[in-house]
């Protein structure tokens, strides 16, 4: 059975770090492109952060860039969402996901076929 299952969320202050981990199994991630998406309470699900399948190309949304950071451990079967410098408006539900999408889909979640269940955010004072 696919499962994807992120954890590392909370509550921290403003400038403060989280690590967000989402770890896959019954598949292996080599074989797809994964996101970070979030969704804050009325707003839209949006992108933040794609790793291509070999996890040599990654990109991120431009308000997350320099501050937020992608990557996969193979052997672990799990990919992290390092979160530096946070900013209230980064509190949201993450979500990771993991699909198929060509160059011009990657970054609508609408591409995106496995979710996991998503982590709680909170950048407050």
């Known amino acids: 059975q696919l499962q994807l299952v992120e954890s590392g969320g909370g509550l921290v202050q403003p400038g403060g770090s989280l690590r967000l981990s989402c770890a896959a199994s019954?598949?292996?991630?080599?074989?797809?492109?994964i996101g970070w998406f979030r969704q804050a309470p009325g707003k839209e699900r949006e992108g933040v952060s794609w790793?291509?399948?070999?996890?040599?190309?990654?990109n991120y949304a431009d308000s997350v860039k320099g501050r937020f950071t992608i990557s996969r451990d193979n052997a672990k079967n799990t990919v992290y969402l390092q979160m530096n410098s946070l900013k209230p408006e980064d509190t949201a539900v993450y979500y990771c996901a993991v699909g198929r999408p060509n160059i011009a889909t990657m970054t609508s979640y609408r591409s995106y076929d496995y979710w996991g269940q998503g982590t709680q955010v909170t950048v407050s004072s």
């Open positions: 019954g598949f292996s991630l080599d074989y797809y492109v």
């Open positions: 790793l291509s399948s070999s996890g040599d190309s990654a």
